[in-house]
């Protein structure tokens, strides 16, 4: 509710606490799902760093849990992220493989597909069905860990 109405501070504070909630009851769906709206939350802010860790440790849980469609939406997240680091070329490519794979579901799927045409405006047709090309023959695993890693020096 904060969040959508901009109330950023008021939305993290709920957030944190939610977390807390869901790790002391150990209700494992939240846990992740508060991880997620943090990042977004922080991101928001220009905090990529503590986006970059919230959402970090939510794709760490869902892949320890083996959850590919949890996996999938919390890469979708990283798209954003990537993006507004300045990382463009990842951001497309970690857009491009989201798109090949049915795990990625609604909504996040159609925010992915708009974030990918609007990152790959202006590039040639060639050069986008190239990358979506190289993205098909990565692994979950690799495309992970380029998400996963921070911007470079």
């Known amino acids: 509710m904060h969040y959508a109405t901009g109330e950023i501070e008021a939305a993290r504070m709920r957030y944190e606490e939610s977390l807390a909630i ?21 991101r928001e802010r220009g905090d990529h760093t503590a986006s970059r860790r919230y959402l970090a440790e939510a794709l760490q849980f869902e892949v320890g849990r083996g959850h590919v469609g949890a996996i999938a939406g919390v890469l979708s997240q990283m798209v954003s992220l990537l993006e507004d680091e300045g990382r463009t070329q990842e951001a497309l490519m970690l ?59």
């Open 22 to 42: 869901c790790r002391e009851h150990e209700v494992e769906d939240g846990i992740p799902m508060s991880l997620v709206r943090l990042g977004d939350v922080v």
């Open 95 to 153: 857009a491009a493989y989201l798109l090949q794979r049915p795990e990625a579901q609604e909504p996040a799927r159609g925010q992915v597909q708009q974030r990918f045409e609007a990152l790959a405006a202006g590039l040639s047709p060639e050069r986008a069905v190239a990358i979506q090309r190289a993205c098909g023959a990565r692994t979950l695993e690799e495309m992970c860990e380029t998400a996963l890693v921070g911007k470079e020096s």
